[in-house]
Nanobody
């Protein structure tokens, strides 16, 4: 069992930055690929970014490449999402997740993630 708690969301203006944190408890996440997903109003939950166990490989959806950075601190059992140059279309509930299924699919398949946080809201005003 892994408990995930996100924090760091808020209301910001276009061009601002936010840093989301995902604190894990109950067990270490050092052996798990971790991901960030988001759900915008009226839309499905979508993949944002993922990071492998050592942090050496990261993945991003195209719309956030160059603006968002995912990182992790295994000693602190925490994953981060640094979001720069925020846009109104980044407005969403952001979720942290731990990947439990490792198959041929890439890191963005929602059903591969077995533990989820409750989410943190990010709102970007224009």
């Amino acid at each position: 069992q892994v408990q995930l708690v996100e924090s760091g969301g808020g209301l910001v203006q276009t061009g601002d930055s936010l840093r989301l944190s995902c604190a894990a408890s109950e067990r270490p996440i050092s052996t798990l690929t971790m991901g960030w997903f988001r759900r915008a109003p009226g839309k499905e939950r979508d993949f944002v970014a993922a990071i492998t166990t050592s942090g050496t490989i990261t993945y991003y959806t195209d719309s956030v490449k160059g603006r968002f950075t995912i990182s992790r601190d295994n000693a602190e059992n925490t994953v981060y999402l640094q979001m720069n140059s925020l846009k109104p279309e980044d407005t969403a509930q952001y979720y942290c997740a731990a990947r439990l299924i490792y198959g041929a699919s890439g890191p963005g398949r929602i059903t591969d993630y077995g533990y989820w946080g409750q989410g943190t809201q990010v709102t970007v005003s224009s």
